[in-house]
C-alpha cells in the first residue's frame, strides 16, 4: 500500500513520521524549504509532551508529484488551499485510491467534492496541537488522530498498533468534525489575543468571549439536531459552563484543559503571524453561515470574523471589540 501525505506543514509532518516510524511506505508532498529542513536534519524530529522523542525519514519527500499514484492520500493542506491543489491530487490518485481530508472547520472538501470523481474520500481530525519549528514537529496537548474507519485505516491503525502508536478509527465523522469545530472557534481568538492558548484560558475575559461563541455553536447545532463528540472531560454543552467560572475555581475544576504545552498557539496565530491567508471561513464563518440558514443569532463568531478579516487586510484590530460583543450575550 502506497501512501503519501499531500501538504505537509505542521500536522502532515507529524503525521508522516509517525506512520514512517511504523515502517509504512509513506512519501510527504511537501514544499521545498520543508523537504530542506528534513534533509538537513537527518529526518523529521517528532516530539510530544509525554516524552515521545524520534526523528524518522519518510521513505520520499516530493517537492514536484509527477507521475506517481498512490492507494491512500492523506490531505493535511489548510481548507483553502484544496482548490489550488486539486489537479495535482487527482494526478496523484488512481480511481481506488483513498483520500482523507484531514481539515478543521466546514466546507472546505465539499467545495471540491464533485470533481474527485469515484475516489473515494473521508474525513480525518488532528485532535491535538503541533508546534512546527524547522523539521522538529512538536505534539503539544493530548489526543491522537482520528481516521473514519475504512479497510485502508483499519490497516493503518493496525500497522500503528504493532509498533506501539495509536489512532482512533469512527464510523461515523461528522460529530467528530462538528465537536472539533466547537474547539477551533478558539482559534481566530488565539490569533487576535496574540499569546499562547495556555496564558489566553487563564483569562477570565477571554474565556468568556471563547464561550459566548461556544454557546452559538451549541445552538446552532441544536438547531440542525446535530450531536457534537466530546473532546474534552466535560460534555461539549458543559464548556461554555466551565469556561465562565471564576479563575480559581477554572484551575482547580478544569486542570485538564490546562494541561497543554505553555508554548502551544493555535494555527490560525501562525498564519497571521506570517501574513498568510486564514481558514476563518471554514470555522467561526461557517457558525456564523449556518447560524442564518437555521434562524439562530451569531453576534459574537461574526465579531470574530470580521476581526480576522482586518487582520488579514493587515488592520490593527482591538481585543476591546470581541470582549464587547461576548459582554452584550
Ligand atoms: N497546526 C496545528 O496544530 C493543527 C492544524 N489542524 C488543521 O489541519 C489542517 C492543516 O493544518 P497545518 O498542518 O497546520 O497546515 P500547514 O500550513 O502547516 O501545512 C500545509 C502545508 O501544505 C503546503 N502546501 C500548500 N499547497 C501545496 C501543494 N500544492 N503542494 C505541496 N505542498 C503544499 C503549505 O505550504 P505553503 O504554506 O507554502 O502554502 C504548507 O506547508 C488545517 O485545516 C488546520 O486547521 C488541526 C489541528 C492542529
Ligand atoms: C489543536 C487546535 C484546537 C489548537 O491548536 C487546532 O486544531 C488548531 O490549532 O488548528
New binding site residues.
Given amino acids: 500500500m502506497r501512501i503519501a501525505v499531500?501538504?505537509?506543514?505542521?500536522?502532515?509532518c507529524y503525521l508522516g513520521a509517525l506512520l514512517s516510524a511504523a515502517k509504512l511506505d509513506v512519501s510527504l508532498?511537501?514544499?521545498p524549504r520543508?523537504k530542506d529542513a528534513i534533509i538537513a536534519n537527518g529526518g523529521i524530529h517528532i516530539s510530544d509532551y509525554q516524552g515521545l522523542d524520534k526523528t524518522v525519514m519518510p521513505y520520499e519527500l516530493i517537492t514536484e508529484p509527477g507521475e506517481q499514484q498512490f492507494d491512500v492520500v492523506f490531505v493535511?493542506?489548510?481548507?483553502h488551499?484544496l482548490q489550488?491543489?486539486l489537479a495535482?491530487l487527482l494526478a496523484i490518485t488512481h480511481k481506488s485510491s483513498n483520500l482523507v481530508f484531514?481539515?478543521?472547520?466546514l466546507g472546505s472538501f465539499e467545495a471540491i467534492k464533485d470533481q474527485l470523481g469515484e475516489r473515494s474520500c473521508v474525513f480525518g481530525i488532528?485532535p491535538?496541537?503541533?508546534l512546527?519549528q524547522g523539521a522538529h514537529f512538536h505534539k503539544g496537548t493530548e489526543g491522537e488522530f482520528v481516521f473514519a474507519k475504512t479497510p485502508a485505516t483499519e490497516h493503518i491503525a493496525k500497522t500503528l498498533r504493532e509498533q506501539g502508536f495509536h489512532c482512533e478509527l469512527k464510523a461515523q465523522m461528522e460529530p467528530v468534525i462538528y465537536g472539533k469545530l466547537l474547539l477551533?472557534l478558539n482559534n481566530a481568538l488565539n490569533a487576535v489575543a496574540d499569546m499562547p492558548i495556555k496564558q489566553e484560558l487563564e483569562n477570565k475575559a477571554l474565556r468568556r468571549v471563547l464561550a459566548a461563541a461556544m454557546k452559538e455553536w451549541l445552538a446552532v447545532c441544536q438547531a440542525m439536531n446535530i450531536e457534537l463528540a466530546q473532546f474534552t472531560k466535560v460534555k461539549p454543552a458543559m464548556v461554555p459552563l466551565v469556561l465562565r467560572l471564576p479563575n480559581w475555581l477554572f484551575k482547580r475544576l478544569a486542570s485538564a484543559m490546562l494541561d497543554i504545552d505553555p508554548r502551544a498557539r493555535s494555527?490560525m496565530w501562525?498564519d497571521i503571524q506570517a501574513g498568510?491567508k486564514t481558514?476563518i471561513a471554514y470555522l467561526n464563518g461557517a457558525v456564523v453561515a449556518l447560524g442564518k440558514q437555521h434562524g439562530v443569532a451569531t453576534a459574537v463568531n461574526q465579531a470574530i470574523v470580521t476581526c480576522i478579516e482586518k487582520r488579514e487586510c493587515g488592520e490593527e484590530v482591538a481585543l476591546a471589540d470581541l470582549l464587547m460583543a461576548a459582554k452584550q450575550k
Fill in positions: 499531500f501538504g505537509a506543514g505542521s500536522t502532515g508532498i511537501c514544499r520543508i493535511t493542506l489548510k481548507c488551499q489550488a491543489a495535482q484531514m481539515q478543521n472547520g488532528t491535538f496541537n503541533v512546527q477551533n494555527s501562525e498568510r481558514e
